[in-house]
């Protein structure tokens, strides 16, 4: 029986129930940045950013539980992933022994390990500062799986200094900044919108659906709805869910607080 077009929407339910609802081969790209599993304190003006503006109620995962958890959730992502399609994980450093372990036994291929390098770490006095975040683009078929090399430069268009525009964007290091978002009502964690746009453009096309697990702010959904993709996210979250269904509705990208 032919499968229909997934239409785009968002559910306040666990991602691994949910995912149980979509049927296989569907999705075209995973996005998602899932718990630390690090005793996040997200109720902190973490990073100097004001307490009463970032919304309450971060489901954490216990460290001891994150290796089922994660292999639980990604053996729902990969039976819905499309053979043509991928899948970008971000983690920290501390669980990412976790994330590479459960990726091979789900049976992914890993394409790249990206690092992503940003500003204001967390100050530290007995080690160095932490201020990068690794990101796993792998996929189901390395043989089939579509990127776009030249969706973001031309084959032959050169940066002001003269070298390759095309092959420095896609240096495995990205340099690039988070957003502030100064006075405005934000969750505790989001990834840059030019960083979800830059995988959105390499991996996919618009039209294509494009599925995150742990929606949390609505981030990679909002960013898939202002370049043409579909989209499915889940956020067990009720405060989160509302807040990311009130950024896609309206169309705003940042809500005034």
Not at 38 to 52: D, E, K, L, M
Not at 185 to 193: A, E, G, N, Q, V
Request: proline share 4%.
């Amino acid at each position: 029986m032919r499968k229909g077009v997934v239409k785009s929407k968002i559910q306040n339910t666990d991602c691994i129930r949910g995912m149980a609802c979509i049927d296989d081969a569907c999705v075209d790209l995973v996005v998602t940045d899932p718990p630390f599993a690090i005793g996040f304190g997200p109720a902190r003006a973490n990073y100097n950013r004001t307490g009463s503006r970032v919304i309450k109620g971060y489901a954490e995962i216990r460290p001891e539980d994150y290796y089922e958890f994660t292999r639980s959730w990604m053996s729902g992502a990969y039976r819905v992933l499309k053979e043509s399609g991928s899948m970008y994980v971000f983690s920290g450093w501390n669980n990412l022994g976790d994330i590479l372990g459960a990726l091979d036994d789900v049976g992914f291929v890993t394409v790249n390990h990206i690092v992503w390098k940003y500003q204001f770490g967390v100050v530290t006095r007995r080690k160095f500062v932490t201020s990068h975040y690794h990101c796993l683009y792998v996929c189901k078929n390395d043989k089939k799986r579509r990127f776009y090399p030249f969706a973001r430069f031309g084959a032959k268009e050169r940066t002001p200094d003269g070298r390759s525009a095309h092959y420095g964007d896609k240096e495995d290091v990205w340099d690039i900044k988070r957003e502030y978002w100064s006075g405005d009502i934000k969750t505790p964690t989001k990834l840059p919108r030019k960083l979800v746009e830059k995988i959105l453009q390499y991996s996919s096309e618009p039209g294509d659906l494009v599925l995150d697990p742990f929606l949390g702010s609505g981030q990679v959904a909002v960013i898939s709805k202002i370049m043409k993709r579909r989209y499915l996210g889940f956020e067990i979250v009720p405060e989160y869910f509302g807040f990311a269904k009130e950024r896609i509705d309206s169309g705003r990208y940042r809500i005034r607080s």
